[in-house]
C-alpha cells in the first residue's frame, strides 16, 4: 500500500511537471513563431524536452554541462510561473486594442525576455559575489579571553556551480578576517564529494586556518550523496574535523557537533550536552535552524546554522520565513544567541535573489 502511494505521488508529481513545461513551452513558441518564422517546432520542442530533463541527465550520466543547464532552468521555470501569467493578461488586454496581436506578442516576449536577463543578471552576482555580514553579542560567563571572533560559512554546496573560484574567495574573505575559530554549518559539498576532489579544490580548502582550528558538520546534502565516509576523511586530510554528534573542548568554551536531521538515529540535545560544565560555554553547530527552542532548554550558549538559504530565490523567503522560527540573521532566546546564515553557495540554479552570498563573522565578548 505504502508503495502505490509512492508511485501515485511521483505520477502526479510527473503530471504537474510536464504542465508546467508544457505552460513555458507554449509561451516560448508563441513568441518564437513570430520573432524566428522559418524555426522547425519538432526541433523546438526537442530542445525544451532536453532543457527541461537536463538535470536529470546530468545526475545520471554525471555530465556537468546537463546539470548546470538543467540547474538554470529551475530558475527559469520559478521566474516564468511568476511572469508568464501576467504576460498573458497583458497580452489579452492589449488584443483588444488597435495593435495587430502580431505586434503585441513579439513586444511582450521581448519585454519577458529582458525581465528574465535582468533578473539572471542581478541572481549571479548575488551568488557569486558574497559579502561578510557581521554580528556582535555579549555572553555571561567567565572566560580567559575577553572575546573571540568566529568566521562561519554554510550550505557552500562545492561541486560542480560552486567552483574553484567561489571557493577561492571564500579563503581570502576568511583569511582577510583572520578569526579564531573557524565554523562550517554543513553542506560543504554538493551532494558527491567526486567533483570536489576532481577539481582539486580540497587544497585550496585546506589553505583555511584559525589558531583555535576549523570544524564542520554534516549537512543533509552530504547525506544525499552517500559517501560521508569519503568526505570525512577529505576534510580530516585538510585538518577539517567534521563532528558527527561529537564534541570537542577548547580551554573554556565546547564545540557540540550534530548530525544533520536527516539522520534518523542522531542525538538529541539533552544527550549530547549531558555531563558538561555549564559554566562553559557552548557553541552548537545544527545544519537545520529547527531546535532553537532545546538549544535554549538544554543551556546552549549559541547555536550557529544554515540549511534555508534565506529562500534563495525570492519570493521563495516566505516559505522559509514560515517553516522556522528563525530563518536568517540573529535571534537571542534567553541565554542562546542564534544565528542562520543564508549560505555562501547555492543549489540549484547559481542565483540569489533577495539574498546573498555571505561570510558571516562573528564577534562575542565574554563578562562573567
Not at 76 to 95: R, T
Not at 183 to 196: N, T
Not at 221 to 246: C, T, W
Not at 310 to 335: C, V
Request: charged share 15%.
Amino acid at each position: 500500500m505504502k508503495n502505490y502511494y509512492i508511485a501515485l505521488q511521483v505520477l502526479i508529481m510527473f503530471f504537474l511537471y510536464n504542465l508546467i513545461v508544457f505552460y513555458i513551452g507554449w509561451n516560448g513558441w508563441a513568441w518564437l513563431a513570430i520573432a524566428w518564422p522559418s524555426l522547425p517546432l519538432t526541433f523546438y520542442i526537442t530542445v525544451v524536452l532536453i532543457i527541461a530533463y537536463s538535470y536529470i541527465f546530468g545526475r545520471i550520466l554525471h555530465l556537468p554541462f546537463f546539470k548546470i543547464v538543467g540547474a538554470c532552468w529551475f530558475a527559469v521555470v520559478q521566474y516564468g510561473l511568476l511572469i508568464l501569467p501576467i504576460a498573458n493578461i497583458a497580452v489579452l488586454f492589449l488584443s483588444f486594442g488597435e495593435i495587430p496581436l502580431d505586434h503585441v506578442i513579439f513586444w511582450t516576449g521581448v519585454v519577458v525576455l529582458l525581465m528574465l536577463i535582468f533578473i539572471f543578471s542581478i541572481g549571479l552576482y548575488n551568488a557569486y559575489q558574497p559579502i561578510v555580514r557581521s554580528y556582535q553579542f555579549i555572553i555571561n560567563k567567565k572566560s580567559e579571553r575577553d572575546s573571540i571572533t568566529i568566521a562561519v560559512a554554510s550550505d557552500m554546496h562545492f561541486g560542480v556551480l560552486s567552483g574553484k573560484s567561489h571557493l577561492q574567495r571564500l579563503v581570502t574573505k576568511i583569511t582577510e578576517l583572520q578569526p579564531d575559530l573557524i565554523l562550517l554549518p554543513g553542506d560543504i559539498i554538493d551532494d558527491d564529494p567526486k567533483p570536489f576532489m576532481k577539481k582539486k579544490m580540497d587544497s585550496i580548502m585546506g589553505k583555511l586556518k584559525a589558531p583555535l582550528g576549523v570544524y564542520g558538520v554534516l549537512g543533509n546534502h552530504e547525506y544525499y550523496g552517500r559517501a560521508i565516509p569519503a568526505f570525512v576523511q577529505i576534510m580530516k586530510d585538510i585538518n577539517i574535523s567534521i563532528l558527527q554528534d561529537e564534541i570537542i573542548e577548547l580551554d573554556d568554551l565546547y564545540i557540540i557537533g550534530r548530525k544533520d536531521k536527516t539522520d534518523k538515529n542522531r542525538k538529541e540535545i539533552s544527550q549530547l550536552v549531558e555531563g558538561l560544565d555549564i559554566s562553559k560555554t557552548l557553541f552548537m553547530l545544527d545544519h537545520q535552524p529547527s531546535e532553537l527552542m532545546q538549544a535554549e532548554q538544554h543551556g546552549v550558549d549559541v547555536i550557529l546554522s544554515g540549511h534555508t538559504h534565506r529562500g534563495q530565490m525570492a519570493p521563495n523567503h516566505l516559505i522559509t520565513k514560515r517553516i522556522f522560527e528563525l530563518d536568517w540573521g540573529y535571534k537571542q532566546k534567553s541565554q542562546l544567541h542564534a544565528v542562520v546564515s543564508s549560505g555562501y553557495g547555492f543549489w540549484g540554479p547559481p542565483i540569489r535573489i533577495g539574498s546573498r552570498s555571505e561570510v558571516v563573522h562573528i564577534t562575542i565578548h565574554f563578562q562573567g
